[in-house]
């Protein structure tokens, strides 16, 4: 697998936009902003590769910033409707590779994909999705969407379940979830060793669907 480094250019320096770019510089990529809002630029100046002040939606000003060099770009405009759809749309014209999209609507979702973005994302409604999830099983500590109905979820192993081998789960009862394996701190153990003994704050690393692995989940 090549270890090359993709270069970014982020589109809106908001809360949401910020915490993406300064996310992605921290791992080394090259990573520009973009934002009209001189403040939101300056913001980031000492964290990005580059920002520029620039208005998105007039398409010579994205070409004369470099844009279309860019290898992945990620529009954070969300209220504004208008200002995110003529941003995809430039970034269209301009050839960009990949691109992903925030979203604050299902009509606003519908645009998004129609005008070729790769992916469109809901932030709020995502994140809002997940710590439900946490909140309803306090043994789910954390989960991943797969996509098509999958997840893993990171389950803990309860007190109750302290000392007992692995069969004590009881996964077998579930036939469409599997089992990836248990974390024991930075530990990695097989869940294929069925000598294996469960401690209290293990982590078991199930994948399936949601509603097979609430099902079991609760049951623990």
Same mark, same amino acid.
């Given at each position: 697998m090549s270890d090359k480094r993709r270069n970014f250019v982020?589109?809106? $320096?908001?809360?949401?936009?910020?915490?993406?770019?300064?996310?992605?510089?921290?791992f080394g990529?090259?990573? /520009?902003?973009?934002?009209?809002?001189?403040?939101?630029?300056?913001?980031?100046?000492?964290?990005?590769s580059e920002a520029v002040i620039c208005d998105s939606r007039d398409e010579e000003a994205l070409r004369e910033a470099g844009?279309?060099?860019y290898d992945v770009?990620?529009?954070?405009?969300? %209220?504004?409707?208008?200002?995110?759809?003529?941003?995809?749309m430039n970034l269209k014209l301009l050839g960009l590779d990949?691109?992903?999209?925030k979203a604050d609507s299902r009509t606003h979702h519908r645009i998004l994909s129609k005008l070729g973005a790769d992916r469109v994302i809901h932030p709020e409604q995502e994140t809002g999705?997940?710590?439900?999830?946490? /909140?309803h099983n306090p043994l789910v500590r954390d989960y991943l969407s797969l996509g098509n109905g999958y997840h893993i979820v990171d389950l803990s192993v309860p007190e109750? $379940?302290?000392? %007992?081998?692995?069969?004590?789960?009881?996964?077998e009862k579930h036939e469409k979830l599997r089992c990836l394996g248990i974390m024991r701190g930075s530990k990695y153990l097989s869940f294929d060793e069925p000598s294996t003994v469960l401690e209290e704050d293990?982590?078991?690393?199930? /994948?399936?669907?949601? %509603?097979? $692995?609430?099902?079991?989940?609760?049951? /623990?």
């Open positions: 982020v589109l809106g $320096l908001g809360t949401f936009g910020r915490t993406i770019a300064s996310e992605l510089a921290s990529n090259y990573v /520009l902003g973009v934002d009209r809002d001189e403040s939101c630029v300056n913001a980031v100046m000492d964290e990005l844009v279309d060099a770009a990620i529009v954070t405009i969300g %209220e504004d409707i208008e200002a995110s759809v003529l941003t995809t990949e691109i992903w999209a999705q997940h710590i439900a999830q946490m /909140l109750k $379940l302290h000392g %007992e081998r692995l069969e004590a789960l009881n996964i293990d982590k078991l690393l199930v /994948l399936g669907q949601r %509603e097979e $692995l609430m099902t079991f989940s609760e049951s /623990l």
